[in-house]
């Protein structure tokens, strides 16, 4: 932070050069003056002592008439004192003159050097501070010369008390002078100041604006050079500022964009761990809130011990790494996880988490590992069995008539197991096709005419086992459907329902709407129902839950499969309810209609 303005800072220096001027013009002044003053009083002095050289008679002592002349003398200096000494310097005779005083006893006699000096025809000044009365006096020896022989010497002493009051009084004008021509100059200076540092002052209010993002504001114009070209970098600075602020703000639209519509989730990191970047897909992953946990270090937020472990390796390796981890909750996730350093040119580090979702694709590798088994299994059966009983009887070891006739009856039905197989397979990659294509073609039918269908079809096999198959369904209830893919699924559950149920018992077939526009098929039988353990797989291709009375009862373990594909190109939904022992409730749900 700036510790003074600009203005202040000129206004300072401009105090202290007008100080030391001022104090520097005041001693020189008052040197000055003092010299002048001394000179005046030493000249008056001087000229004091050659007026009485003039009048002094050959014998002061005898005679004194010359006193009343020097006395009247309007010449003289005032308060002058005025003594006469002979050659050896013995005072002869002293006068004063108009308020003149006597020197201080210490003055009475002549000094050696300045009695030399006069006998050698020489004048000399001398001055003295008494600090008794705190005056000053100044007194000049001249020697009066006759005929080319000093005869006698005179002493004018003055008294500087007047000199020094007069010196007082300009002193204090000077001084009262100088104050007011200093706070004249400081005036003028504050205003100059204020005046040189308003261009600078406005234009670092501009900037300022246009750092905190007031763009639009207008740069202050000033014919000073200096400002004006700071003015011009600063719009050259302004340029460049909006320029790159659309270039961070496009890329960040298309960062976040790119984060937003990615299915993978991006997790980005710095050196101390804290969270700096989550996207979407990352946040929903993890089960967090991806505006709360930007700035919280990623060992508060994710609870998984070994992503946070990742993270932490991510963050110190200097290469990529890889790993899957399996999230748990109520639906376990399996994420692969790729970690890369982040090294900024400040020397700080961090780590970009890209997790990826395979459950799916782990799920759909491990039913199709389990189909191409099943379907393995499920061929190689009839297969081996009819290969088998061909070759007995190719190779005539069966001479019974009644024998032959029972083998070609299991060779007939693994054949027919074997077709029946093949024509399901088939029939589910129609189904599929359709159902990828979206192209499966619809009509509004009734719902009636599809349960009639499917009671034609499953009656006759419904009345060898006396199980009693009940409609529950509205009057006139339609819907848009592909009818003989419909009669196919709800034939598949019943035939189901017939398989699995007791001699006897009751198979319901239901239609109702539902509250959110949609059509309920149900089919309810009270067979011996399915464990909980079952019901996630019960809809996968070649799925037994009791593989040897399927097999008994002919059944390809793909009914359900082919129920599940035929409602979802519907665009509907399958679900099932059991409980062994009791019972179970398939459950179709199908939009009325498609517009």
């Not at 005032?78 to 050896?88: C, I, L, N, S, T």
């Not at 070759?391 to 005539?396: A, M, P, S």
């Not at 996968?540 to 040897?548: A, I, P, Q, T």
Request: aromatic share 4%; with cysteine; proline share 4%.
């Amino acid at each position: 932070m700036p510790r003074s303005r600009l203005a202040w800072r000129w206004f300072a220096a401009w105090c202290l050069l007008v100080a030391a001027v001022s104090v520097g013009c005041q001693w020189l002044a008052s040197v000055e003056l003092a010299r002048l003053a001394d000179s005046m009083q030493v000249q008056q002095l001087i000229e004091t002592a050659g007026t009485l050289s003039a009048i002094l008679p050959d014998d002061p002592a005898a005679d004194r008439s010359w006193i009343a002349e020097f006395t009247r003398g309007t010449g003289n200096a005032p308060g002058a004192f005025v003594e006469v000494f002979d050659r050896v310097g013995q005072r002869i005779v002293a006068a004063a003159a108009a308020q003149g005083t006597a020197p201080s006893a210490d003055e009475k006699g002549l000094d050696a050097g300045a009695l030399a000096e006069a006998i050698d025809g020489r004048r000399s000044t001398s001055g003295r501070y008494d600090a008794s009365n705190a005056s000053r006096t100044v007194s000049v020896v001249s020697p009066i010369v006759r005929a080319g022989r000093t005869m006698a010497i005179v002493r004018v002493t003055g008294n500087t008390m007047a000199a020094d009051a007069g010196l007082a009084l300009a002193q204090r004008r000077l001084v009262t002078g100088a104050l007011v021509g200093a706070a004249a100059a400081l005036l003028a200076g504050w205003l100059l100041a204020r005046r040189m540092a308003g261009p600078f002052e406005d234009l670092a209010n501009a900037a300022s604006q246009v750092a905190a993002g007031a763009i639009e504001v207008p740069l202050p114009a000033s014919d000073v050079a200096e400002v004006s070209k700071l003015a011009g970098a600063i719009e050259t600075l302004r340029g460049q500022l909006v320029e790159r602020g659309l270039t961070i703000g496009r890329q960040g639209t298309q960062q976040e964009a790119v984060l937003g519509s990615m299915i993978e989730g991006v997790l980005a990191v710095d050196a101390r761990q804290r969270i700096v970047s989550i996207n979407r897909a990352a946040a929903d992953l993890l089960g967090i809130d991806a505006q709360s946990v930007l700035g919280r270090p990623i060992q508060e937020v994710v609870k998984n011990a070994d992503l946070r472990q990742f993270a932490l390796q991510a963050i110190d390796c200097r290469e990529t790494l890889e790993d899957d981890l399996v999230l748990r909750a109520a639906r376990d996730r399996t994420l692969r996880v790729r970690g890369t350093p982040l090294r900024e040119m400040s020397g700080e580090g961090g780590a970009v988490i890209v997790l990826n979702d395979i459950t799916d694709i782990r799920h759909l590798e491990n039913v199709r590992r389990d189909f191409v088994a099943n379907v393995s299994h499920e061929l190689k059966t009839p297969v081996a069995s009819i290969k088998g009983f061909v070759e007995t009887l190719v190779e005539g070891r069966v001479d019974d008539p009644d024998d032959r006739r029972r083998f070609l009856e299991i060779i007939a039905r693994q054949a027919d197991r074997l077709g029946a197989i093949i024509e399901d397979l088939l029939a589910l990659s129609r189904i599929e096709q359709a159902e990828g294509m979206g192209d499966l073609p619809l009509e509004r039918v009734g719902v009636a005419e599809v349960f009639s269908a499917v009671i034609a079809e499953c009656g006759p096999r419904a009345d060898e086992r006396s199980i009693v198959i009940r409609v529950e369904s509205p009057p006139g209830l339609e819907a848009e459907v592909n009818a003989p893919l419909l009669e196919q699924a709800l034939i598949n559950l019943v035939d189901n329902a017939l398989k699995y149920s007791e001699p006897g018992g009751e198979i319901v077939v239901g239609a109702a709407p539902t509250a959110d526009g949609m059509l309920e098929l149900l089919v309810r039988d009270r067979g011996s129902g399915i464990g909980a353990e079952h019901l996630p797989r019960l809809f996968e291709r070649f799925y037994r839950v009791d593989k040897g009375r399927s097999r008994k009862l002919g059944g390809t373990g793909l009914g359900l499969s082919i129920v599940k594909h035929i409602v979802q190109a519907h665009g509907g939904t399958v679900a099932v309810e059991s409980t062994p022992g009791v019972g179970s409730t398939f459950r179709v749900r199908l939009p009325v209609s498609r517009g």
